[in-house]
C-alpha cells in the first residue's frame, strides 16, 4: 500500500455518507479545516455523493466550496454556482421492472426523480417523472443476490451499492468516475491530479480510476482492495488524514 507515489493533487473528490460525514450525519472540525487548507492551495474540493441535490444542499452548502457537486452517483454533475451542466437518465421501462422486482420480492425501495426521492409512497404513472436511481434495501442476503443477479443481466444498467445490504442502479455508464472525469476536462485536468476517496461499490470507480484512490477504515473490503491507500474511519477524521497525507 505505501509504495503509492505522492502526486500533484489538483481535485479532490470526497464521498459523503460513510466517508466525510460521521454517523450522526456531521461534518468534524477536523475534515473541515483540511478541506479549507486545500481550498487555499487552489485544490478543488468535489463533493461526489449518492444523494439527491435536496439530500445534500445544506450540507455541501455549509462547507462553503467554491466547485462542481456531483450528485446521485454521477448523474447529475452541478458548477460552483449551482447550476446544472449535466443530467443522465433511467429509462422508464427499467423502473417498471425494478417495481415488480421489489413486489415480486417485497423488499424496501427507494428511487430518485427529478425533484424528488420516492420512498414508501411510489407515483400512479411512472412515465410522467424523469427517473435517475433506484434503490433496493435487503437484509435477507438470499433474496438480495437473486435480485443482485437479475439486474447485472441487463447491460443497460449501472449496479453498485451504498452499505452492504442496499442495491442501487443508475443508467449504464453512469458512476462517479465517469462524472468527476466530465468535471477534470471542464478544468483542464485529468484523472491522474485526482485524489479521491470513499467507503461503497458506488465509489469504486473513482477510487480505482484517480490518481490516488483512498479506501476509509470502515470501507467494504472489495474498496478496500481496489484502493491505493486505506485511511482511518469516517469517525476518526479519515477524509482529514488522507488530506494532509496526499493533498498538502
Not at 25 to 49: C, D, F, L, P
Not at 136 to 153: A, P, S, T, Y
Request: proline fraction near 1%; charged fraction near 25%; aromatic fraction near 6%.
Amino acid at each position: 500500500m505505501e509504495i503509492v507515489k505522492k502526486k500533484n493533487i489538483k481535485l479532490i473528490a470526497i464521498d459523503l455518507d460513510g466517508t466525510l460525514l460521521n454517523h450522526q450525519h456531521e461534518i468534524s472540525m477536523e475534515n473541515r479545516k483540511a478541506i479549507k487548507q486545500a481550498e487555499a492551495q487552489g485544490i478543488h474540493v468535489v463533493i461526489s455523493t449518492g444523494r439527491t441535490i435536496m439530500a445534500c444542499e445544506e450540507l455541501v452548502k455549509s462547507l462553503s466550496l467554491s466547485s462542481y457537486l456531483i450528485t446521485v452517483n454521477g448523474s447529475e454533475i452541478w458548477d460552483e454556482n449551482g447550476k446544472l451542466i449535466d443530467r443522465q437518465i433511467l429509462d422508464v421501462e427499467h423502473i417498471k421492472h425494478m417495481w415488480q422486482l421489489k413486489q415480486q420480492h417485497n423488499t424496501f425501495c427507494w428511487a430518485a426523480s427529478v425533484g424528488n426521492v420516492w420512498k414508501e409512497k411510489f407515483p400512479e404513472e411512472f412515465t410522467e417523472h424523469e427517473w435517475m436511481k433506484f434503490g433496493f434495501d435487503v437484509k435477507d442476503d438470499n433474496i438480495r443476490k437473486v435480485i443482485l443477479d437479475e439486474l447485472l443481466q441487463i447491460k443497460e444498467l449501472e449496479v453498485s451499492n451504498s452499505s452492504l445490504t442496499n442495491i442501487e442502479i443508475n443508467a449504464a455508464g453512469v458512476n462517479k468516475a465517469r462524472a468527476i472525469e466530465k468535471v477534470c476536462k471542464r478544468l483542464g485536468i485529468t484523472m491522474d491530479h485526482v485524489l479521491s476517496m470513499g467507503d461503497s461499490l458506488n465509489d469504486l470507480a473513482m477510487i480505482k480510476e484517480a490518481g490516488i484512490g483512498v479506501a476509509m477504515g470502515n470501507a467494504q473490503p472489495s474498496v478496500k482492495n481496489a484502493a491505493d491507500w486505506v485511511t482511518t474511519s469516517n469517525v476518526e477524521h479519515g477524509v482529514a488524514v488522507a488530506i494532509r497525507k496526499w493533498a498538502l
